[in-house]
């Protein structure tokens, strides 16, 4: 069954709906070049969505050069927090305190390439991921795509696709789908497809019939540049 409604929100434009402007597309509000986020991905905060890197993105700083990659779809919920690797601290020496960054003569022989070592590096999130209320993401985490987050838990390490977790440290509560029917997912990646094909098949991909995407998948060919 296909799709007859072909038209689709403006993933540049931050409000799908202009008088509901609690939720807003993210791409179009970063201003970090270091924070790269997909169409359509959206942030949900009754105070505001347009803080999102102030107040979500924390300890991101220049000289660490460490990114958030966030895909395309994703749907983040109130207080999703990505603690970035400006917030580790050099743990090489007796102590962890960083007396360099003090200045007053503390800093005469702070090394920046020993802070910056404990880089975890970049922070990625995947395509159709969902991340529930208050998650903390801790830094050089990868989200598989599909995954979901549960609310107020702290991701501590990679996340696979399409798994479900939960918890502090969150742990894995269970796959989503079956390993075959994730490969088939993943080798479909709908989220990559052309909009005007997600619009034409978009009643199947919010279904639950994956033979049923694998034959809308065929339609790619139409969107594919003339010989």
């Given at each position: 069954?296909?799709?007859?409604?072909?038209?689709?929100?403006?993933?540049?434009?931050?409000?799908?709906?202009?008088?509901?402007?609690?939720?807003?597309?993210?791409?179009?509000?970063?201003?970090?070049?270091?924070?790269?986020?997909?169409?359509?991905?959206?942030?949900?905060?009754?105070?505001?969505?347009?803080?999102?890197?102030?107040?979500?993105?924390?300890?991101?700083?220049?000289?660490?050069?460490?990114?958030?990659?966030?895909?395309?779809?994703?749907?983040?919920?109130t207080g999703v927090t990505f603690i970035m690797n400006g917030a580790n601290h050099d743990m090489s020496g007796l102590t962890t305190y960083p007396f360099g960054v003090m200045g007053n003569g503390w800093d005469e022989d702070f090394d920046i390439e020993v802070f910056k070592a404990q880089s975890r590096g970049d922070t990625i999130v995947g395509d159709d991921v969902w991340i529930g209320r208050n998650a903390t993401i801790l830094p050089g985490v990868s989200i598989g795509s599909g995954a979901i987050i549960a609310a107020n838990s702290t991701v501590t390490k990679d996340v696979p696709a399409y798994g479900i977790v939960a918890g502090n440290p969150a742990k894995l509560v269970r796959q989503r789908f079956d390993d075959r029917t994730i490969d088939r997912l993943m080798d479909l990646s709908w989220w990559d497809w052309p909009i005007e094909l997600i619009n034409r098949h978009r009643t199947i991909i919010q279904g639950n019939d994956i033979d049923a995407l694998e034959e809308a998948s065929k339609d790619l060919g139409d969107y594919l540049p003339q010989q």
């Open positions: 069954m296909q799709d007859t409604k072909l038209t689709n929100p403006n993933p540049d434009y931050p409000y799908p709906k202009a008088e509901f402007k609690r939720f807003a597309f993210l791409k179009p509000l970063i201003t970090n070049p270091n924070i790269l986020v997909g169409d359509f991905t959206y942030y949900d905060d009754p105070d505001g969505p347009e803080k999102f890197e102030q107040n979500n993105v924390l300890h991101h700083h220049d000289f660490f050069g460490d990114r958030l990659i966030i895909g395309k779809f994703c749907a983040l919920a």
